[in-house]
């Protein structure tokens, strides 16, 4: 049973660019959430996700990050315009229906901005 | 805002040994994890508690959840090597169910 998957694991965007960060949650599991982590900082809870709708976007930032979960396909976290400030590991995490609280993370992925 | 503390920070301790760490909120909540993480990997989740007073075992690893549900410990017995990680705890309640507030980690290593 293969767990959360995410990709790419490393990528690097120069100032400006755009990145897309994917994530495929476990088998089953139908809620997505992403947080993040800044360099000598904790895990920060960004955004949790359904099929086809967003949940609690209360911890993404208001400019310039989005995410979806569409009804195929696998979930995706877009930065626009990258900023320096944007260079940190962004986890996904899935849980299972009606088990919210037991969230599995991907491997994550870690952007640095150039 | 809820806030997970987490202490000690750091941890170097010998193979052998036992240890405890900490994690305190002024806050309440519904359930707590506990997960690791690897250097460049993503938290591994170790347990969930749920009811105060709660305690889980696993293997050398035992758990419990304070009777306030507001504070957590972790209690390792005899750690090896291959404990060392990134120790974290993570506090959910029913009301904001989506969101994972995690703490601010204990870092621990064990040597030979």
């Given at each position: 049973?293969?767990?959360?998957?995410?990709?790419?694991?490393?990528?690097?965007?120069?100032?400006?660019?755009?990145?897309?960060?994917?994530?495929?949650?476990?088998?089953?599991?139908?809620?997505?959430?992403?947080?993040?982590?800044?360099?000598?900082?904790?895990?920060?809870?960004?955004?949790?996700?359904?099929?086809?709708?967003?949940?609690?976007?209360?911890?993404?930032?208001?400019?310039?990050?989005?995410?979806?979960?569409?009804?195929?396909?696998?979930?995706?976290?877009?930065?626009?315009?990258?900023?320096?400030?944007?260079?940190?590991?962004?986890?996904?995490?899935?849980?299972?229906?009606?088990?919210?609280?037991?969230?599995?993370?991907?491997?994550?992925?870690?952007?640095?901005?150039? | 805002?809820?806030?997970?503390?987490?202490?000690?920070?750091?941890?170097?301790?010998q193979e052998g040994e036992n240890l405890t760490v900490y994690c305190?909120?002024?806050?309440?909540?519904?359930?707590?994890?506990?997960?690791?993480?690897?250097?460049?990997?993503?938290?591994?989740?170790?347990?969930?508690?749920?009811?105060?007073?709660?305690?889980?075992?696993?293997?050398?690893?035992?758990?419990?959840?304070?009777?306030?549900?507001?504070?957590?410990?972790?209690?390792?017995?005899?750690?090896?090597?291959?404990?060392?990680?990134?120790?974290?705890?993570?506090?959910?309640?029913?009301?904001?169910a989506s969101k994972l507030t995690f703490g601010t980690g204990t870092?621990?290593?064990?040597?030979?």
């Amino acid at each position: 049973n293969a767990g959360v998957m995410q990709n790419p694991r490393h990528l690097v965007r120069r100032r400006g660019q755009e990145a897309r960060l994917r994530c495929s949650p476990m088998k089953g599991h139908s809620h997505v959430y992403w947080y993040r982590q800044l360099p000598e900082e904790g895990l920060k809870f960004m955004v949790y996700l359904q099929k086809e709708n967003i949940i609690d976007e209360s911890g993404m930032p208001k400019e310039r990050f989005s995410a979806e979960f569409p009804k195929e396909g696998p979930s995706i976290l877009r930065i626009q315009q990258v900023v320096r400030g944007d260079s940190a590991a962004y986890f996904c995490a899935s849980s299972p229906p009606n088990r919210y609280n037991e969230q599995f993370f991907g491997p994550g992925t870690r952007l640095t901005v150039l | 805002t809820q806030l997970l503390e987490q202490s000690p920070q750091f941890l170097s301790i010998q193979e052998g040994e036992n240890l405890t760490v900490y994690c305190n909120s002024s806050s309440v909540f519904s359930s707590l994890q506990w997960y690791r993480q690897e250097p460049g990997e993503g938290p591994v989740l170790l347990v969930t508690v749920v009811t105060g007073g709660e305690v889980k075992k696993l293997k050398r690893l035992t758990f419990q959840f304070g009777d306030a549900r507001k504070d957590s410990s972790l209690h390792i017995t005899a750690a090896q090597p291959g404990d060392t990680g990134l120790y974290l705890c993570a506090g959910s309640n029913t009301g904001t169910a989506s969101k994972l507030t995690f703490g601010t980690g204990t870092r621990l290593q064990v040597t030979l």
